[in-house]
C-alpha cells in the first residue's frame, strides 16, 4: 500500500481507497474531493434511509413549522388541565311573568326599588356591535362608560374611532362618561400589559362617572352583550351573588355561526369602593345560565377583520402574512372556518375533534337582540344567510 499527499498538504488518498470509492481520489495529484468523500460516507446506505434522510426529515421540519401551533393545541389535553367548573344558576325569564316572581325562582328576594347599573367597555373600533349593545341594554343603564384610547394592545396606533363618529350615538348622549387615553406605544412588550393599563384608567373614569356602593357594574367587552332582561332581572333581585359571571351564547363572525354557549368572561359586580377593579377573566365561581350574546370578529368591512388581526392581545396567532389577504379572509368567513387556521380551544380529546372543521351554519335569527331585528336591513351581515362583506 502507498500513500500520497495532496498539492493542499491538507488531506491523503490511499490506493485501497481509491478502489472503494471508484477512483476518484486522483493518483496524479492525491486530490480528495468532497464528493469522493460524500461517497465513501454514503457507501451501503440503502434507499429507504435516502428517503428517510431527504424526504421524510424535510417534510417533518416544514409541517412542524407550520402546523406547530395546531399540534400544541391538539395535544393540550396532555399538558394542560380544564378549569374548576362553574356553579351554574338556572335562568328563569317569561316576559308575562312578575319580577316577583322571577327573582323568588332564581332564590332571590325583590327590592323596593332597583339598582343603579354602569355599564363599562373598553372600545376600539366595533361602531356596529356597540349600537346593538347600547341599544339593547338603553332601557336599563343609568350610566354607559366608555374609554377609548389612540393605541391599540399592541402599541399600534389607531385613530379615535368613536370620537369621529359620536354623533351618531346622540341617544345615549345624557347618560354619557366618555374618556380617552394616550397610548404608550411600547415596542415588543406584551400587549396584556397594554390591555390592564387601559383597564385600570376605566376603574378611574367610572368613579368620575359616579358610581357608588351596590350599584351593579357590567364588566364585558363590547362583544359581550347581555340580554336586556338579564340586567333587569340582577338590578330588581336582592341578594344577588357580589360577582356572578354571565354564560352568553358564543358566536362567530355573525349570528349565523353558533360556536357554543360557553362564553364565561362577562360578569356583574355589586360595587364595592376600594376593593372592585375592572377585570376581564374569572372573579368567582357563580355564573348565570343563558344570560345573551358574544359574538365575536362580527364586522362589517373586510378592513376591520385585518385591523382587529393585528391589534388584539392574540396577535401572534397572524403567524403567515396571507392570513391578512382580504380574499382569504371573506372565503373563511363565509366558510365558518377559523382565521388563523387554529384548532378549538378544548381541553379533552373528545370536544377538540368535535368542534374540528368548519362551524355549521344556523339559520335561526330567534331570541337575538331587538335592535338587531328591527334594523335588519341595516345590520344584514349580522343575520344568517348575509356572510359577503363590505370591503372598505
Known amino acids: 500500500m502507498w500513500w500520497m499527499m495532496g498539492e493542499a ?17 486522483s493518483q496524479e495529484t492525491g486530490k480528495f474531493f468532497s464528493f469522493s468523500r460524500l461517497c465513501c460516507a454514503l457507501r451501503g446506505v440503502d434507499m429507504k434511509t435516502y428517503i428517510f434522510l431527504l424526504v421524510i426529515v424535510p417534510t417533518c421540519v416544514l409541517a412542524g413549522y407550520v402546523h406547530g401551533q395546531k399540534i400544541s393545541y391538539f395535544l393540550r389535553p396532555l399538558w394542560e388541565s380544564p378549569p374548576k367548573p362553574f356553579h351554574d344558576i338556572p335562568h328563569y325569564y317569561h316576559e308575562n311573568a312578575s319580577m316577583e316572581t322571577l327573582c323568588k325562582l332564581h332564590g332571590w ?22 349600537a346593538v349593545r347600547w341599544k339593547e341594554l338603553y332601557p336599563y343603564i343609568t350610566q354607559f362608560v366608555l374609554l377609548e384610547s389612540n393605541s391599540t394592545f399592541t402599541g399600534l396606533p389607531k385613530p379615535l374611532v368613536f370620537a369621529a363618529h359620536r354623533d351618531e350615538f346622540k341617544f345615549i348622549e345624557p347618560r354619557l362618561t366618555y374618556g380617552t387615553l394616550g397610548g404608550r406605544f411600547v415596542k415588543g412588550q406584551n400587549p396584556f400589559y397594554e390591555e ?15 358610581i357608588t356602593d351596590d350599584d351593579l357594574l357590567l364588566m364585558s367587552d363590547v362583544d359581550e352583550i347581555p340580554s336586556r332582561h338579564t340586567i333587569n332581572l340582577l338590578r330588581w333581585c336582592d341578594e344577588v351573588p357580589k360577582i356572578l359571571h354571565l354564560r352568553l351564547k358564543n358566536y362567530l363572525y355573525s349570528f349565523e355561526f353558533l360556536v357554543d354557549n360557553k362564553s364565561w368572561r362577562a360578569s356583574v359586580h355589586r ?10 377573566y374569572r372573579q368567582s365561581d357563580e355564573i348565570l345560565a343563558d344570560a345573551g350574546w358574544h359574538c365575536s370578529f362580527c364586522f362589517r368591512r373586510i378592513s376591520e377583520f385585518v385591523f382587529k388581526m393585528k391589534a388584539y392581545s392574540h396577535n401572534d ?8 389577504n382580504p380574499k382569504r379572509v371573506q372565503r373563511v368567513i363565509c366558510k365558518g372556518a377559523d382565521l388563523f ?22 339559520f335561526s335569527a330567534v331570541h337575538l337582540p331587538s335592535y338587531l331585528l328591527e334594523n335588519a336591513e341595516k345590520y344584514r351581515f349580522l343575520l344568517p344567510g348575509n356572510c359577503i362583506r363590505e370591503e372598505e
Open 109 to 130: 328576594g325583590v327590592r323596593e326599588y332597583p339598582r343603579r347599573v354602569y355599564d363599562a367597555v373598553l372600545f376600539s373600533n366595533e361602531l356596529d356591535i356597540l
Open 271 to 280: 360595587y364595592e369602593t376600594g376593593k372592585t377593579r375592572y377585570a376581564h
Open 196 to 210: 390592564a393599563y387601559q383597564r385600570v384608567a376605566l376603574d378611574q373614569l367610572l368613579r368620575i362617572a359616579g
Open 9 to 25: 498538504g491538507g488531506h491523503y488518498c490511499s490506493k485501497k481507497t481509491d478502489d472503494i470509492c471508484g477512483g476518484v481520489c
Open 341 to 362: 387556521d387554529m384548532l378549538p380551544e378544548e381541553y379533552t380529546f373528545k370536544e377538540i375533534i368535535g368542534k374540528m372543521g368548519p362551524i355549521p351554519h344556523s
Open 317 to 324: 396567532r397572524v403567524r403567515f402574512s396571507h392570513f391578512l
